[in-house]
C-alpha cells in the first residue's frame, strides 16, 4: 500500500500495472511466526506500507493499558525505516489525575513530537491534521487504541469501522482487517493499518536499537567496555543512569527486552 506505479490504461478502463518505480523506504516489521510456513527460528520481513513520511504510532491511556514497550518497538521500527516517528497517546479522556503526563513528558523529552488526543473530546485532533497536510502517514498500534476513531475524524469521507474493547481481555476485536489507503487531496495519504499482536522491528543488530534508544547511546559511551551489553559488566554508564534516575527504568527495561528478541531469533 502506497506503492507508485506506472500503469497501461485498456480500452475496458481496466489497467495493467507495467512498472514500480523505486520506492522513496518503506515500512516494515518482522512477520509473525506463522507455523509450518517459516522455518523454525527464522522470521521473515513484512512490507506494511511504502513511500511514507509519517508513522504515526498509537497507544492509548487504557482500554487497552498503555504499553511503553509497544511504543518504543513501534518507535524503533519507525526510525530504522527512515519515516518520521509521530506519537498519539489517544483516549486521554480516560486519564486519571495522578498519572498525569508522565509519558508525555517522558517522550517529549527524549525529542519525539507527542499529541495527546481523544475522539470524544476531539482534543489533539487539529494539530494532527495540520501535520498530514501534503504527506503520507500510516498509522499504527495495537488493536483497539483507536486509529480508525482517529482517521474517521480526519475525513468524513473516511469513515473506516469501528469495533469495541473487550471488557474481559482489554483487547481490541481486530475490526480493521486489511491495510487501506485514503486519499485526502491531491498530495495527502493517510493509511489505515490492522491492529497486530506484536510490531518488531526487521533486521536490526543489537548496535542498532541501542542507536534508536537515544539516551542509552549516549550515556553508553561512558561504559568502560565499548563491548558493554549493558547487564552485568562493571563500570557499566548506563546501569549508573538508571540506578540515579537519569534514565527512567522503563526505558531500559524495554531496551533490555527488545535486545533479548535477537537471541530468539537464532535457534
Ligand atoms: N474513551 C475513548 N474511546 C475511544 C477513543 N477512540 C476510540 N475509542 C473507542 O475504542 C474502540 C476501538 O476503536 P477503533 O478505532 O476501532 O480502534 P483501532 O485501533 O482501529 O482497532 P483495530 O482496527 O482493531 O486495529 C471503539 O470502541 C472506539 O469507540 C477515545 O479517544 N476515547
Ligand atoms: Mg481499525
Ligand atoms: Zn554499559
Known amino acids: 500500500m502506497g506503492d507508485i506505479v506506472e500503469f497501461e490504461m485498456n480500452d475496458d478502463g481496466t489497467g495493467v500495472i507495467e512498472k514500480i518505480p523505486e520506492r522513496k523506504n518503506y515500512l516494515s516489521r518482522k512477520a509473525p511466526v506463522i507455523k509450518g510456513v517459516s522455518e523454525k527460528g527464522r522470521r521473515f520481513e513484512q512490507i506494511i506500507a511504502a513511500n511514507i513520511d509519517y508513522t504515526f504510532c498509537v497507544v492509548s491511556v487504557d482500554k487497552p493499558k498503555f504499553n511503553n514497550r509497544t511504543l518504543d518497538r513501534m518507535l524503533v521500527t519507525a526510525e530504522s525505516c527512515e519515516t518520521i516517528p509521530v506519537i498519539v497517546i489517544n483516549k ?10 508522565f509519558w508525555y513528558e517522558l517522550y517529549t523529552t527524549l525529542g519525539y513530537k507527542v499529541i495527546r488526543t481523544s475522539t470524544i473530546t476531539s482534543q489533539g485532533i487539529e494539530e494532527i491534521k495540520s501535520l498530514i ?19 474517521n475524524l480526519l475525513d468524513p469521507r473516511i469513515n473506516q469501522k469501528v469495533g469495541d474493547v473487550s471488557e474481559i481481555w ?11 489507503l485514503f486519499k485526502l487531496n491531491e498530495n495527502t495519504f493517510v493509511i489505515d ?3 497486530v499482536k506484536e510490531i518488531e522491528p526487521y533486521g ?3 548496535e542498532d536499537i541501542t542507536h534508536f534508544y537515544k539516551e542509552i547511546s ?13 547487564t552485568h559488566e562493571p563500570d557499566c554508564a548506563v546501569k549508573k543512569a538508571v540506578e540515579d534516575e537519569i534514565i527512567p527504568y522503563e526505558r531500559y527495561d524495554s531496551y533490555l527486552r527488545l535486545v533479548e528478541t535477537l537471541e530468539e531469533d537464532k535457534y
Open 92 to 101: 486521554y479522556d480516560l486519564l486519571k489525575k495522578k498519572k498525569r503526563d
Open 133 to 151: 497536510q501534503n504527506k503520507t502517514s500510516v498509522f499504527i498500534g495495537h488493536s483497539g487504541v483507536g486509529k480508525s476513531s482517529i482517521l
Open 170 to 180: 482489554n483487547k481490541g476485536r481486530h475490526t480493521t482487517v486489511t491495510v487501506r
Open 193 to 195: 493499518t490492522p491492529g
Open 204 to 206: 536490526l543488530t543489537r
Open 218 to 230: 549516549i550515556v553508553s559511551r561512558k561504559c568502560k567496555f565499548n563491548t558493554c551489553t549493558h
